[in-house]
């Protein structure tokens, strides 16, 4: 199984951007599929989880300016995040928890490699 996130890039503060995160290989579903950010100098985060059922969490920082959703017959989640802040400067990552393949579930979290997302004042 692999992650394949992109979308990030450079934008001025108050601007919006739609990262993705294409999940491939022999997937029969994914339980959860979530964001995390990690900027300079501080621990990842997370941003956004929805799981299969519809149900989402979000950071307080996030709330009301990043939606997650997700296309099950794509294996894609997606982040869309407007209003952004400086403060949401960092690396995004996707992740695809209990992932179930032919065989059941996977035995491990999967990460994309990161997209980097740049906001200026």
């Known amino acids: 199984v692999q992650l394949q996130a992109s979308g990030g890039g450079s934008v001025q503060a108050g601007d919006s951007l739609r990262l993705s995160c294409a999940a491939s290989?022999?997937?029969?579903?994914?339980?959860?599929m979530a964001w995390y950010r990690q900027a300079p100098g501080k621990q990842r985060e997370l941003v956004a989880s929805l799981t299969i059922g519809g149900r989402t969490n979000y950071a307080d920082s996030v709330k009301g300016r990043f939606t997650i959703s997700r296309d099950d017959f794509k294996n894609t989640v997606y982040l869309q995040m407007n209003s952004l802040k400086p403060e949401d400067t960092a690396v995004y990552y996707c992740n695809a928890n209990r992932v179930a393949g032919p065989s059941g579930y996977y035995g491990m979290d999967y990460w994309g490699k990161g997209t980097l997302v740049t906001v200026s004042s």
């Open positions: 290989g022999r997937i029969f579903s994914i339980n959860a």
